[in-house]
């Protein structure tokens, strides 16, 4: 067969398909896709309702004209695919191609008109799998933006689609082979097991690709206060104080992300998810630092130079020896401060507005207000010096003069808290191990606890956290750890931002809540910078793996189930389903009440009715068993059969009384079997008699 | 391969089956798989994004039950042949009545037949039985069925087959088609009689009655006569009344020459049985040699069946007269 032959060969049109159900899962298919992309942003209204539309009308069509094909479709859809590439590569030609929107919008309205076309030319089976093919780019493309748990709802009906699509490709290929349903559970179970394996074992996904540098804007109006920290009212922010708990003050600024830290707030925030992180590693996303404190708030003197680059905004400085770099896209979910948050050290921005402020202490702020939908991109060079490298590093060195005394300045002379520090760090040759030193005594000899008294007046806060009850949360515990480096010559700052929050190995995303808003301290060391400690709470930094996070969730979800309300569940559950069963099993007629108690009382005595036996044979056997010469059992299966084939059936209570003389008829058939034999055994008991008035007798 | 008479399988082997289910044409599938796999693998590792590794995972979970579940149905699968005739004609179709534990494909192999599928389905029980096709090319005796089992549940990516043997019921005799007769010479016409009408009767028709004879079967007495007569009477069967003759078949080596000999030896023997003459047959079988009357063509078909080929030097039919006492016994065939 010639190359030529084989090709007709492999393009010869199959049988038509008549299946109704496998086209109508392949529409389905298609169609969530097609929504998939519709709730990611990627298609208009009007692209994905036309679509929606022309897929079921081109589904239908097809079904229609599946025995003779029209034959000028052919042209036609054809004709409309070169069209659609020819479109997109129009839509790609010129643009500078690091915004989401670029790429992947255009290329899922391309996948869905091949849809569309194609929705139009399926006339047998092979085709219609094409479709169902396609749908899987379709929620590839869907996929990719998808950055919450709500997406999995499309991905459950696209999942249900394929499958009744697949199973009825088989049923129809195996002209009319169904799946009984344990054999759908089963498959249903082993696709979810190898699923979460492969999950499990390969690699978690990188953001390496140059195509994927997102920054979109919500709207966001420009303050009018430049280089200020916005309140959630637009203004420039106030003296926050304890709000709501996602964070918002409600008198303008967000909960520690202001031009104050006043450590005498008291208040807790919730688990509102405010912004989704994708990063190459897990970072502490720096907001700001403060270098002023005044022994109850931390202020910041920074002096912020605006950046009128465009995006990609380059961060003014230069990369510390040895960086890794690390790539970080925020999608922000709540109203936010007006803070670029990024892994230290910030090298490049992608953000959308014309300009960004730049601070020395590393502190970018953005010009508009960062809303729900709003995202950046940042690229850091994150640096890891080890132990021995920050031994070796002086911090009396690297800064000048002017600015190492600002972050060595204190409001006021700590006696107590320098002789301890002094105490603690006695024996710690190098400022690294002062540090480590320090943060060890905390660890030991403080509380962590959000539920302290509040200060009082003319307190200092430091005093108050190492003096008096050592209890306190973050503020507190960096505050006084800052303060105590200070006072023995370290130059040290507070630095506020958030910690990277659960990870969710689904979407790839850490989700961080308003509850991980965090303050540590940063230290000097002269050629790797503002190195981060948290003296505050161990916070693992591995980087996480889908398949053992997932693990530990589903281990953790399982331990927080309310057992006692599932078993509840579990329990009602069982005793529907065991009824529904013996409904449905429950002799619909009297006469199959009699055939069946008469063929358990066989089973008990030990004789099963044999397939070819009538149930008036059965019953002569059974009467033979019982040593029943009057033919009991015989009679009641004449009535049954007379009831069930003649149609005469017995009055109410000639059926009840019959009915009740099978228990007694039954246990001298079972003492017959035990010991009687069918001669001489013993007779039916009183009372086990057939009624006199049977019909048909 | 020319029909063997009375092939039997040894107790326990599987001959010309193999328990190893197999992939039928399984490159594009796989490529296709293997391919969109890649891709996916590339996009999802490289695009950062989770969902598209999650759904790329369920993609993976569902090709590899796609294309991996049918081996494990076929190997599980079990066929049986619930009911099949006894007597058959090469080249006729001959139909089994097969029932198997899931829904597969059933293409027969030796004999071979086109494909059905057996098992329960949408509109059958669990049951339920369906009729399987042989289309056996050329005489012989099968005590078993070589057949392909196929599926491709449950998503009908990707079809495994494997081969199997099937025990008949019952074993299955394939005679020869019905083949031009020999060249017979005129039989010599029975002038008994005095009717110069006379009408052709079969062998084995009552002819009348007459007295019992010591020696008659007692279930041919015929009562009202004996009632009528007052001795007891029996009923005479018309009898052949040509000479007997024997049919010697030796088939040669070649398959195709032998079935058209075996095919002439059978329309030798069916006319000369549908002339009332009686047949002894003599063909040459596993066990040896048998020589034995037959009274029809489906006695003759089973034994043209089971006739084996290219064993003797003299090779061909021939027809000549038989000795009395051949035909005094049993008789191949014949209905009671």
């Known amino acids: 067969m010639s190359i030529l032959d084989t090709v007709r060969r492999a393009n010869r049109p199959g049988p038509p398909e008549h299946s109704v159900a496998l086209r109508v899962a392949c529409a389905g298919a298609v169609i969530t896709g097609i929504a998939a992309c519709r709730a990611e ?24 004209t599946r025995e003779r094909p029209l034959p000028w479709i052919k042209p036609i859809l054809a004709a409309a695919a070169v069209g659609a590439f020819i479109w997109f590569f129009e839509q790609l030609t010129g643009q500078v191609v690091y915004d989401v929107n670029t790429v992947e919008n255009p290329l899922a309205v391309l996948f869905v008109w091949v849809q569309v076309a194609h929705a139009y030319d399926v006339p047998a089976r092979r085709d219609l799998a094409f479709s169902l093919a396609g749908s899987t780019s379709l929620m590839a493309v869907a996929a990719a933006q998808a950055i919450d748990l709500g997406f999995g709802l499309y991905v459950v009906a696209w999942i249900a689609f394929g499958l009744v699509g697949l199973v009825a490709m088989w049923g129809s290929a195996s002209e009319g082979g169904r799946l009984r349903a344990q054999g759908i559970a089963a498959t249903l179970g082993v696709v979810a097991a190898i699923s979460v394996v492969v999950l499990a074992v390969l690699p978690a996904p990188q953001v390496a690709g140059r195509i994927d540098y997102p920054a979109r804007s919500a709207g966001g109006l420009d303050l009018p206060v430049p280089g200020g920290l916005a309140g959630d009212g637009g203004a420039a922010s106030e003296p926050a104080k304890p709000g709501s708990p996602d964070g918002r003050s409600r008198v303008g600024g967000f909960l520690g ?42 202020k910041a003197n920074r002096n912020g130079r605006p950046l009128f680059a465009g995006s990609p905004f380059p961060v003014p400085g230069g990369a510390p020896v040895g960086a890794q770099p690390d790539l970080q896209t925020f999608y922000i979910a709540q109203p936010s401060p007006n803070l670029v948050f990024h892994a230290d050290t910030a090298r490049e921005v992608w953000f959308p507005a014309r300009d960004l402020i730049f601070s020395d202490d590393s502190t970018i702020v953005s ?142 995303l850490y989700e961080v809540e308003a509850k991980d808003a965090h303050a540590w301290v940063q230290v000097w060391f002269p050629g790797y910078g503002w190195q981060s400690f948290d003296p ?162 | 391969m020319s029909p063997t008479a009375g092939r039997h399988a040894p107790a326990g082997a599987v001959r010309g089956g193999t328990r190893v289910p197999r992939p039928v044409r399984p490159f594009i599938p796989l490529l296709s798989s293997v391919t969109v796999l890649g891709a996916w693998a590339l996009v999802a590792h490289n695009g950062g994004a989770g969902w598209v590794q999650a759904v790329g995972d369920i993609v993976a979970g569902t090709l590899l039950v796609g294309l991996v579940g049918p081996a494990a149905v076929v190997w599980r699968a079990r066929l049986r042949v619930v009911d099949s005739p006894t007597d058959a004609t090469a080249g006729m179709p001959v139909e089994l009545l097969c029932a198997a534990t899931t829904r597969v494909g059933v293409r027969p192999l030796e004999p071979s037949g086109p494909e059905a599928f057996v098992g329960p389905g949408r509109h059958t029980a669990a049951d339920a039985r369906a009729t399987v096709t042989l289309l056996p090319g050329g005489r012989g005796v099968h005590h078993e069925v070589v057949a392909a089992v196929s599926s491709a549940a449950p998503f009908g990516l990707l079809w ?17 088609r019905l083949g031009a007769p020999l060249s017979l010479p005129p039989r010599p016409d029975d002038v008994g009689g005095s009717s110069t009408r006379r009408a052709t009767t079969d062998v084995g028709e009552p002819r009348g009655v007459r007295p019992y004879h010591p020696g008659d079967n007692r279930r041919r007495v015929h009562w009202p006569a004996t009632a009528h007569a007052a001795e007891l009477m029996v009923r005479e069967m018309e009898g052949p009344t040509a000479e007997p003759v024997t049919v010697t078949v030796r088939l040669p080596g070649d398959p195709a020459a032998a079935e058209r000999l075996a095919e002439r030896a059978l329309g030798t023997v069916v006319a000369l049985t549908d002339a009332g003459t009686p047949v002894v047959l003599d063909t040459v079988e596993a066990g040896g040699v048998r020589v034995a009357q037959v009274a029809g063509r489906r006695a003759a078909g089973r034994r043209l069946a089971r006739t084996v080929d290219g064993h003797t030097r003299s090779e061909g039919v021939t027809v000549t007269p038989a000795p009395r006492a051949r035909t005094a016994g049993r008789v191949e065939g014949a209905t009671r």
Not at chain 1, 264 to 286: D, H, T
Not at chain 1, 592 to 613: K, T, Y
């Open chain 1, 257 to 298: 992300f202001a031009n104050r830290l006043d450590t005498a707030l008291r208040g807790s925030l919730g688990s509102q998810v405010v912004m989704r992180v994708r990063a190459q590693r897990p970072s502490y996303w720096i907001g700001e630092t403060f270098d002023d404190w005044d022994g109850v708030a931390w």
């Open chain 1, 536 to 697: 505050t709470a161990s916070v693992p930094l591995a980087n996480p793996t889908p398949g053992v996070t997932l693990l530990h969730d589903v281990a953790h979800a399982l331990a927080r189930l309310p057992w006692v309300a599932v078993a509840a569940v579990v329990a009602v559950a069982a005793v529907a389903m065991g009824a529904l069963r013996w409904l449905r099993r429950r002799p619909r007629s009297w006469a199959e009440q009699v055939a069946r108690r008469i063929e358990r009382a066989g089973r008990a005595a030990g004789r099963r009715r044999l397939p070819q036996e009538t149930l008036a044979e059965y019953a002569s056997v059974l009467d033979r068993v019982a040593g029943d010469r009057s033919g009991t059992w015989r009679a009641l299966a004449d009535m049954a059969e007379a009831s069930a084939y003649g149609g005469r059936h017995p009055t109410p209570e000639t059926g009840r009384r019959a009915l009740r003389s099978i228990p007694a008829l039954r246990a001298a058939t079972r003492r017959g079997a035990r010991g009687g034999g069918p001669d001489g055994g013993p007779g039916p008991t009183a009372g086990a008699s057939a009624p006199a008035d049977a019909v048909g007798r």
């Open chain 1, 41 to 64: 942003g990627e298609l208009t209204w009007t692209v994905a309702g036309g679509a929606t539309v022309l897929v079921a009308v081109g589904m239908f069509v097809s079904y229609r």
């Open chain 1, 367 to 508: 010009p508009i207000g960062l809303g729900p939908g709003a995202i950046y991109t940042v690229q850091s060079d994150v640096d890891t010096p080890t132990p021995a490298e920050l031994r070796a590093a002086n911090p009396d060195e690297g800064l000048l003069p002017s600015t190492r005394s600002k972050y060595l300045e204190l409001p006021h002379p700590y006696p107590h808290v320098t002789a301890l520090a002094v105490s603690i760090t006695a024996h710690a040759p190098s400022a690294y191990d002062k540090v480590q030193a320090l943060i060890a005594w905390i660890a030991r000899h403080t509380r962590y606890s959000t539920d302290i008294p509040p200060l009082g007046p003319g307190q200092d806060t430091v005093d108050e956290f190492l003096f008096g009850n050592r209890e306190g949360f973050c503020e507190q515990i960096s505050t006084s750890m800052a303060v105590m480096l200070r006072s023995i010559g370290i130059p040290a700052r507070e630095a506020v931002g958030y910690v990277p929050g659960p990870y969710n190995p689904i979407t790839d």
């Open chain 2, 160 to 176: 495994w087959t494997r081969r199997i043997v099937v025990r008949l019921p019952v074993a299955l005799h394939v005679g020869p």
